[in-house]
């Protein structure tokens, strides 16, 4: 079983419509009805949507605001997926990966709608099905709680160390690391290995080729 993170190692979902902008625009919107002062100055300078989300959350858990600011980042990622960029390799080593007998999962902090809308899009759907974990109401079981993580290894009825998460980020590491599944970091670039490795990452590719060509036996 393949649990994959979906911004990043299945596609760049901010490629064109960018994450920096997005948190821009909810920090705006936030300010515009008075509540500027819910966020830190430095939990806005990061310029990261679901810092955003998150920070309100945290100090009114559960309430309208929260869930008409998640209901505006889940508006602003579908525009996203629309321009997102696929991941080198990830299209034809999911289709791979899926025709040999692993059972792939999404597991993210994106919204599940947003990810639908981008495998659609792909033809990528059927690799799938329903397995799908995304964000919900109760944002603080986001990454890194490993709350989808669980989900997903429940639904699936898989141990979790048969399983496998390929993921981006430190907190896709520390939620693989709580429900026991072995990670695989996969970083873009060198800052963003650098910060797996620091994390405690063992192990990280700079590419999905290599995976890709061991399964095809190349």
Not at 54 to 65: I, T
Not at 86 to 115: E, H, M
Request: with cysteine; net charge neutral.
């Amino acid at each position: 079983m393949v649990l994959w993170d979906f911004d990043g190692p299945i596609c760049r979902l901010f490629a064109r419509h960018t994450a920096e902008r997005v948190a821009t625009g909810l920090v705006e919107w936030l300010a515009g009805h008075g509540l500027h002062n819910l966020l830190s100055d430095s939990e806005r300078e990061l310029l990261d949507p679901h810092v955003v989300l998150r920070a309100v959350d945290l100090r009114h858990p559960g309430s309208d605001l929260v869930t008409e600011l998640e209901e505006r980042l889940t508006q602003e990622e579908l525009r996203a997926a629309g321009t997102a960029l696929p991941t080198p390799y990830a299209d034809p080593l999911i289709r791979t990966w899926s025709a040999v007998g692993a059972r792939p999962a999404i597991t993210t902090n994106n919204s599940p709608k947003v990810v639908r809308a981008y495998l659609e899009s792909r033809g990528l759907t059927p690799c799938f099905a329903s397995h799908i974990y995304g964000r919900t109401a109760d944002l603080h079981l986001l990454k890194p709680n490993p709350h989808c993580l669980n989900r997903a290894l429940t639904a699936m009825g898989c141990a979790p160390s048969a399983a496998l998460m390929i993921g981006d980020s430190a907190s896709d590491l520390a939620a693989a690391n709580d429900a026991g599944v072995p990670f695989l970091g996969y970083a873009r670039n060198e800052r963003k290995g650098k910060l797996l490795r620091e994390a405690g990452a063992g192990y990280v590719v700079a590419s999905l080729e290599p995976l890709l060509r061991t399964l095809r036996g190349w």
